[in-house]
């Protein structure tokens, strides 16, 4: 990866508690370039207005980014139409929109929704609610001992009475890169539909919705060195027609009567009220500085730097790293624990030497018992990192140790 890279990123370049600042919380939320800052300072000093409804020039110009923005999404994941790309607040957002209007107007008492054990709560919860109010049976396809998922057990989960399955991608605890399209052939087979979590994929993957064959796909723009506030969901077309909307109020409507109205088309009728202009803008800056380094390379930096830093992580004596042990079956996240050290504790004294990293159960308490933990630190490389960073994080996690082991 180019090293200039890191200099578009204003944030990397300060001191947290006297030490050149080294982020690895990418995961969490990535920083944001130049670019994209750039973006939305210029939307708000020259471009902000409403959109859609206004026939003035700001009007008329806020509307074209934001529907331009709506294009470029398309491309970046390969949507057959723009119609198949709804702007919500984020993959959040968007799993709950599906589970709220595709599930409640498909899914019956005895019906079977399937998840996995590493989901991140926002793809556990709107299933369990889902569940609870249909009278459904929310079931969870098993791990193997590497934190990865087999297609046996995806086919010993999922039956005719399977309605809808939903996995993330890419597990933001384990790195796992789960075989997505695999999953989704077989839940098309049984008549079910595919929900991917993609928030952890979308910055790091090369995403082509129509070769992955899923139904629904969401992701968010914070965690792709773009604004928060910002999110995808991309549907099948007539997924989408056939949906009903679950947020109503202006922006979204056709005709309004008194007792009575009806909606816009696609993708309009799911995005009420006044849209998320910016963040639209600031997405589409952020789509076009990744694309500019390339996908695929930032793959390849990645797995480069998960590769390093479990080898040089490993070295450490009482270190546990969880999640699949071969570098090309995961993304840049090394999620880890320090032997009879609190992760909280250990990213406590990281922060001292200016190094983030997430310490807690990462919005994943099935996975915790699961891995029969309460909690883990974690690592997250993005492609401003390089191999100074990693050395700094061994560095520092070596110091933790002899630290607790004074203390101790």
Same mark, same amino acid.
């Given at each position: 990866?180019?090293?200039? +890279? ?6 990397? !370049? ?9 982020? %690895? ?13 750039? $973006? ?90 889902? =569940? ?5 049976? %929310? ?16 086919? $010993? #989960? ?13 597990? !933001? ?12 052939? +077989? ?14 994929? $979308? ?23 773009? /604004? ?10 007539? %997924?989408?027609? #056939? ?51 390339? %996908? ?9 730097? #998960? ?29 880890? !624990?320090?032997?009879?050290?609190? /992760?909280?504790?250990? =990213? ?7 190094? =983030?990293?997430? =310490? ?16 883990? #630190? ?11 960073? +990693? ?18």
């Amino acid at each position: 990866m180019n090293p200039e +890279i890191k200099s578009h990123f204003p944030i990397l !370049n300060q001191e947290v508690n006297g030490h050149p600042l080294v982020y %690895l919380d990418s995961a969490a939320t990535s920083q944001k370039p130049t670019p994209v800052i750039a $973006a939305l300072k210029e939307y708000y000093e020259f471009d902000n207005s409403n959109v859609h409804r206004g026939v003035h020039t700001l009007g008329n110009r806020a509307t074209e980014k934001y529907e331009g923005a709506r294009e470029k999404v398309q491309q970046f994941i390969n949507a057959s139409s723009t119609q198949e790309i709804v702007f919500l607040r984020g993959t959040t957002t968007a799993i709950n929109l599906v589970a709220q209007s595709y599930g409640r107007a498909n899914v019956e008492e005895g019906d079977e929704i399937v998840i996995t054990y590493m989901e991140h709560h926002s793809n556990i919860i709107p299933w369990q609610q889902l =569940a609870k109010e249909r009278g459904a049976v %929310l079931k969870y396809i098993e791990l193997e001992e590497d934190g990865t998922i087999s297609l046996e057990n995806v086919r $010993a #989960a999922i039956t005719d009475r399977t309605k809808i399955v939903s996995m993330v991608y890419v597990s !933001n605890v384990l790195g796992t890169m789960n075989p997505v399209k695999e999953v989704a052939k +077989i839940a098309h087979e049984h008549g079910a539909v595919m929900m991917v979590d993609g928030a952890q994929a $979308a910055p790091h993957l090369k995403i082509d919705v129509q070769d992955l064959d899923c139904d629904f796909f969401a992701f968010s723009g914070h965690k792709m060195v773009g /604004p928060t506030g910002i999110g995808v969901l991309y549907g099948k077309k007539h %997924l989408l027609e #056939a949906m009903e909307p679950v947020e109503f109020g202006g922006e979204m409507i056709d005709f309004v009567g008194l007792y009575d109205s009806t909606w816009k088309e696609l993708p309009w009728k799911f995005e009420g009220g006044t849209p998320i202009i910016a963040g639209a803008v600031g997405l589409a800056a952020a789509i076009d500085f990744l694309q500019e380094i390339g %996908l695929d390379e930032i793959e390849k930096h990645e797995h480069h730097m #998960a590769a390093l830093a479990m080898d040089k992580m490993g070295a450490i004596e009482g270190l546990e790293i969880y999640g699949p042990k071969d570098p090309a079956k995961r993304a840049g996240i090394v999620t880890f !624990n320090l032997k009879e050290v609190h /992760p909280h504790d250990v =990213a406590t004294v990281l922060d001292m030497s200016g190094i =983030a990293v997430r =310490a807690g159960h990462h919005c994943a308490q099935p996975l915790m018992k699961w891995l029969d933990v309460t909690a883990t #630190a974690r690592a997250s490389f993005y492609l401003y990192n390089d191999e100074s960073d +990693i050395d700094r994080l061994v560095e520092g996690l070596r110091s933790a140790k002899e630290y607790f082991s004074d203390v101790f």
